[in-house]
T-cell receptor
Framework: KNQVEQSPQSLIILEGKNCTLQ??????????LRWYKQDTGRGPVSLTI?????NTKSNGRYTATLDADTKQSSLHITASQLSDSASYIC??????????FGAGTILRVKS | GAVVSQHPSRVICKSGTSVKIECRSL??????MFWYRQFPKQSLMLMAT?????????EQGVEKDKFLINHASLTLSTLTVTSAHPEDSSFYIC????????????FGPGTRLTVL
């Protein structure tokens, strides 16, 4: 069964600190892995998208890594800001276009 | 680019009424659009896949007669919640496939439906 598991479920950090969110998946084969940021009451916004052959992708202070051998991905946020408080969702796409969603990690950045 | 809009952003209705939600891809053509439902603190749940000019494909457990989907053009899909009940209250999100960008999906901002 295609599954995507994320950890931790929630995380609180101080403004300016770094953090890393984890994503493990069983989807195989897959065409791409994406990280989305979802603010409360809003739709998800794409942060990064990686094919199975890519190891890392950056978008400003966000850096995603992918290890297709161990089926793990991480999202690293550098120098966190209050506006980073949101839910971060890992999404894997099997071949075809139906996405497999993780449950998300709720990040709260405190001042 | 790649903007998806939804209208309305928020709607409150009485039980038994029908509510229509629009999803538009503003600057690209989407052969496929998806409708999701999200309950508080849960991830998105796919309800149906909508292809332009053909009938929508519904996920298991989703009533097609209750959630009517129309995808009349390459930029517009609508979801109509018929005879809405309080348990239909949820956050409804659409996404659109950009066929020119390796089928990357772009999400709309969501519609908060509250049924009294």
């Amino acid at each position: 069964k295609n599954q995507v598991e994320q950890s931790p479920q929630s995380l609180i950090i101080l403004e300016g600190k770094n953090c890393t969110l984890q994503c493990n998946y069983t989807v195989s084969p897959f065409s791409n892995l994406r990280w989305y940021k979802q603010d409360t009451g809003r739709g998800p916004v794409s942060l990064t998208i990686m094919t199975f052959s890519e190891n890392t992708k950056s978008n400003g202070r966000y850096t995603a890594t992918l290890d297709a051998d161990t089926k793990q991905s991480s999202l690293h946020i550098t120098a966190s800001q209050l506006s980073d408080s949101a839910s971060y969702i890992c999404v894997v796409t099997p071949y075809g276009n139906k996405l497999v969603f993780g449950a998300g990690t709720i990040l709260r950045v405190k001042s | 680019g790649a903007v998806v809009s939804q209208h309305p952003s928020r709607v409150i209705c009485k039980s038994g009424t029908s509510v229509k939600i629009e999803c538009r891809s503003l600057d690209f053509q989407a052969t496929t659009m998806f409708w999701y439902r999200q309950f508080p603190k849960q991830s998105l749940m796919l309800m149906a896949t909508s292809n332009e000019g053909s009938k929508a494909t519904y996920e298991q457990g989703v009533e097609k007669d209750k959630f009517l989907i129309n995808h009349a053009s390459l930029t517009l899909s609508t979801l109509t919640v018929t005879s809405a009940h309080p348990e239909d209250s949820s956050f409804y999100i659409c996404s659109a496939d950009d066929r020119d960008r390796y089928n990357e999906q772009f999400f709309g901002p969501g519609t908060r439906l509250t049924v009294l």
